[in-house]
Structure formats: structure tokens, C-alpha cells
Antibody, heavy 119, light 107 residues
Framework: QVTLKESGPVLVKPTETLTLTCAVS??????????VSWIRQPPGKALEWLAH???????SYSRPLKTRLSLSKDTSKSQVVLTMTNMDLVDTATYYC???????????WGQGTMVTVSS | DSQLTQSPSTLSASVGDRVTITCRAS??????LAWYQQKPGEAPRLLIY???ALESGVPSRFSGSGSGTEFSLTISSLQPDDFATYHC?????????FGQGTKVEIK
């Protein structure tokens, strides 16, 4: 069974750095046909694509957020880590990780983790 | 970057209705278009990929069509479980992007 699960802080202060972890199971982060993305959704708003980690460790980032985002992976732990610097109130959202499969977009999503930015 | 515009933003319908949601891309996305269903408090669920391929386990009343820049999701006979928000997403080129969503409400 393929699963993804996000974890991280529920509350961060403005200007702080957010670190979120996506733990995956049921597939390998080295599978050439798959990758892991991060997507967020502010309360009541649309989904926003943030970043994608390919199996060969190549990364792609949202252009408006590129300077604030960083992706890494720990293959031995089957984890993908998203770092977002200089958090702001507008970054309050539910953050999802999802498996991207070549030709099939996001077939499996994590449950999401709600992050609130507040002083 | 490819931008997606969904319409309508909200749709009121009754059980049994046929409903159609459209998604327009700002450039040719070569049918790399997916549709998701999202219910409150839940993660999105993949319904359709490659514009018209039905994901395993998804009821056949859902169908996708279109090509190039114009796409649509149709629910042939709306069921109580279908009241939700629907999102389109392009995965032709990075950065991938989503439409703004269409909420299907009970009329």
C-alpha cells in the first residue's frame, strides 16, 4: 500500500523557517517514473503547487517562491523534506505532499498538515 | 508558465443532473491535464488523468474530454457523494499548476 504522511510544526512565527517532512511508504524515491511534490492550500482557497523532487534528485520550484524553498531527500528513511524560509501570515495553509507518476499526475496524496503563521 | 482558468467557480445542481466543468489553459498542454475531487477536510482525490483516462476505482459517471487548451469534466448523473470541489491541474511543463477550483453545491 502506498502512503505519504506529512509532519511538522503546527504553528510558526513570522520570519521563521518552516521545515516539513513527507514520509513515504510502498514505493521507492529512486523509482524513475515517480517523484514527490509539495502543494499547499490556504483556508478556503485554491491549491498552489510549490515544488517537485525527481528520482534523480533534480528539483523544480514555484517561480514566485523559488528563493524561499528548498527540497531534500533521505532515501534510507524514505523521506522528503521541504524547507520554506521567512514565513509570513499569508503562508498559513494546509501543506500536502503527493506522489507524482509519469503520465498520471498525483495519484496518491498525504492527509495534509495545517500550518499557521502567527506571532 | 501555463495558467489554468476554471469555470464556473460555483455550480448549483440537483441529484441526477448532468454537470460540466471547464478548464482552459493559457497554452497548449498536450493533454497533460488531470481532474481531482476534494471534500472538506480531505486531500484531493485523482479522478481523471491525461485529460480523459479514468483513474482506477472512480465511478464511470465521471468523464473527461478536450485537448490542447480546452478541457472539461462531466458528471453524467450527479450523486449525493459528488457534492465537492473539483480542481484541474496541468502537468505538461514545470512549474505544474492548478485551476482555482469549482465548488459543486446542492441546488
Amino acid at each position: 500500500q502506498v502512503t505519504l504522511k506529512e509532519s511538522g510544526p503546527v504553528l510558526v512565527k513570522p520570519t521563521e523557517t518552516l521545515t516539513l517532512t513527507c514520509a513515504v511508504s510502498g514505493f521507492s524515491l529512486n523509482n524513475e517514473t515517480m517523484g514527490v511534490s509539495w502543494i499547499r492550500q490556504p483556508p478556503g482557497k485554491a491549491l498552489e503547487w510549490l515544488a517537485h523532487l525527481f528520482s534523480n534528485d533534480r528539483k523544480s520550484y514555484s517561480r514566485p517562491l523559488k528563493t524561499r524553498l528548498s527540497l531534500s531527500k533521505d532515501t534510507s528513511k524514505s523521506q522528503v523534506v521541504l524547507t520554506m524560509t521567512n514565513m509570513d501570515l499569508v503562508d498559513t495553509a494546509t501543506y500536502y505532499c503527493a506522489r507524482g507518476v509519469v503520465g498520471r499526475a498525483y495519484d496518491i496524496w498525504g492527509q495534509g498538515t495545517m500550518v499557521t503563521v502567527s506571532s | 508558465d501555463s495558467q489554468l482558468t476554471q469555470s464556473p467557480s460555483t455550480l448549483s445542481a440537483s441529484v441526477g443532473d448532468r454537470v460540466t466543468i471547464t478548464c482552459r489553459a493559457s497554452q497548449n498542454i498536450n493533454n497533460y491535464l488531470a481532474w481531482y475531487q476534494q471534500k472538506p477536510g480531505e486531500a484531493p482525490r485523482l479522478l481523471i488523468y491525461m485529460a480523459s483516462a479514468l483513474e482506477s476505482g472512480v465511478p464511470s459517471r465521471f468523464s473527461g474530454s478536450g485537448s490542447g487548451t480546452e478541457f472539461s469534466l462531466t458528471i453524467s448523473s450527479l450523486q449525493p457523494d459528488d457534492f465537492a470541489t473539483y480542481h484541474c491541474q496541468q502537468y505538461n511543463t514545470y512549474p505544474w499548476s492548478f485551476g482555482q477550483g469549482t465548488k459543486v453545491e446542492i441546488k
